[in-house]
C-alpha cells in the first residue's frame, strides 16, 4: 500500500538547522511531484513546499523562502526537507504528503497521502 | 495569494444530522482546484474532496462537494460519530502558494 514516513524531527535550538526525510513506498515515487505541509500546536495547517516530480522545480511558501531546502532522491524513494536558521515560530508537525493525480493535460497539487508527520520543536 | 475562509468556525451537530460548511476564496479559484481535509486528533490529515466535487478514493457517499468560482460547500448528510473531527479546505490553483482554509471544526451536540 501506498506509504509515507517521515524522521528526523526534534528538538533544535533558534538559529540552528535539521534536515527531515520522508521515505516513500507503494508507488513509483520518481513519478510524483511532493509537498511539505507543516501544523503548529492547535493550528491550522500550513503548506510549506513542493517539489516536481524530477525535482527540476522547487515553491516555497514566503514564510520558509531562503531557509529551507526541498530536494528528492528519486533512486532512494527519498524526500528530503533542510531546514536552516530556524526559529521558535518554526515549531510545529511536519507532513510529507503526495501530489494529487495528472491527466494529459495539467495535474492537481492536492495532498491524496499524508505521512503520520514529524514533530519539530525551536527552543532554547 | 489566495486567502480561504471557512465558517463557521465551529459547528454542534448532533449524529444522524446534516452538516454544512462553507470555504469562500478571495479570488476565483480556477478549475474547481479545491480540496477538502478531514483531521482527527493526533491524526494525519485525510483527503475527502478534490476537484471541488470528486470524492477520493474509500470516501463515503454522504459526503459531498459543490460549489464554483469563490464560494465552495462540504456536506455532510447523516452524521455519523467518526465524522466529528476538524474539516479543512484548500486551494491548489497551478501557481503556488497552495493554501489553506483556517479549518471548521464539527463537534457533538
Known amino acids: 500500500q501506498v506509504q509515507l514516513v517521515e524522521s528526523g524531527g526534534g528538538v533544535v535550538q533558534p538559529g540552528g538547522s535539521l534536515r527531515l526525510s520522508c521515505a516513500a513506498s507503494?508507488?513509483?515515487?520518481?513519478?510524483?511531484?511532493m509537498h511539505w505541509v507543516r501544523q503548529a500546536p492547535g493550528k491550522g495547517l500550513e503548506w510549506v513546499a513542493f517539489?516536481?516530480?524530477?525535482?527540476?522545480?522547487?515553491y516555497y511558501a514566503d514564510s520558509v523562502k531562503g531557509r529551507f531546502t526541498i530536494s528528492r532522491d528519486n533512486s532512494k524513494n527519498t524526500l528530503y526537507l533542510q531546514m536552516n536558521s530556524l526559529r521558535a515560530e518554526d515549531t510545529a508537525v511536519y507532513y510529507c504528503?503526495?501530489?494529487?493525480?495528472?491527466?494529459?493535460?495539467?495535474?492537481?497539487?492536492?495532498?491524496?497521502?499524508w505521512g503520520k508527520g514529524t514533530t519539530v520543536t525551536v527552543s532554547s | 495569494e489566495i486567502v480561504l475562509t471557512q465558517s463557521p468556525g465551529t459547528l454542534s451537530l448532533s449524529p444522524g444530522g446534516r452538516a454544512t460548511l462553507s470555504c469562500r476564496a478571495s479570488?476565483?479559484?480556477?478549475?474547481?482546484?479545491l480540496a477538502w481535509y478531514q483531521q482527527k486528533p493526533g491524526q494525519a490529515p485525510r483527503l475527502l474532496i478534490y476537484?471541488?466535487?470528486r470524492r477520493a478514493t474509500g470516501i463515503p457517499d454522504r459526503f459531498s462537494g459543490s460549489g464554483s468560482g469563490t464560494d465552495f460547500t462540504l456536506t455532510i448528510s447523516r452524521l455519523e460519530p467518526e465524522d466529528f473531527a476538524v474539516y479543512y479546505c484548500?486551494?491548489?490553483?497551478?501557481?503556488?502558494?497552495?493554501?489553506f482554509g483556517q479549518g471548521t471544526k464539527l463537534e457533538i451536540k
Open positions: 504528503a503526495k501530489r494529487g493525480y495528472c491527466s494529459p493535460t495539467n495535474c492537481h497539487y492536492y495532498m491524496d497521502v
Open positions: 507503494g508507488f513509483t515515487f520518481s513519478s510524483y511531484g
Open positions: 517539489i516536481r516530480d524530477d525535482g527540476s522545480n522547487k
Open positions: 479570488q476565483s479559484v480556477s478549475s474547481s482546484y
Open positions: 476537484g471541488a466535487s
Open positions: 484548500q486551494q491548489y490553483t497551478t501557481s503556488p502558494p497552495y493554501t
